[in-house]
Nanobody, 126 residues
Framework: QVQLVESGGGVMQAGGSLSLSCVVS????????MGWFRQAPGKEREFVAV????????YYPDPAKGRFTISRDNAKNTVTLQMNSLKPEDTAVYYC???????????????????WGQGTQVTVSS
């Protein structure tokens, strides 16, 4: 089993920044990638960023490119999502997730991830 615990959410004005953290524990040797997703009320879970464990390759969808950065700290077993230039449409519950898949193509899909954190709320006011 892998345990994920997110923190760092909160309320921020548009244009501001927030940093989300995800502490990873348990059978971490099985992890091949870590992703961040978000879900707004009434909407499907949306892919935000992914970092591949072996080479720190990262990938972002267009809404996150240039504004969000995913990184990892091996010593602290932590994955961080730095979010800058926040917009009201970034408001959602943000989840970190762990994938044991080696298929990079699927990393944008929630189904590629076996373990999920409890989520942390991010609210961006205009």
């Amino acid at each position: 089993q892998v345990q994920l615990v997110e923190s760092g959410g909160g309320v921020m004005q548009a244009g501001g920044s927030l940093s989300l953290s995800c502490v990873v524990s348990g059978r971490t040797f099985s992890i091949r990638a870590m992703g961040w997703f978000r879900q707004a009320p009434g909407k499907e879970r949306e892919f935000v960023a992914v970092i591949r464990w072996g080479d720190n390759w990262t990938y972002y969808p267009d809404p996150a490119k240039g504004r969000f950065t995913i990184s990892r700290d091996n010593a602290k077993n932590t994955v961080t999502l730095q979010m800058n230039s926040l917009k009201p449409e970034d408001t959602a519950v943000y989840y970190c997730a762990a994938s044991s898949s080696v298929y990079t193509t699927y990393y944008s899909q929630p189904s590629a991830y076996s373990y999920w954190g409890q989520g942390t709320q991010v609210t961006v006011s205009s």
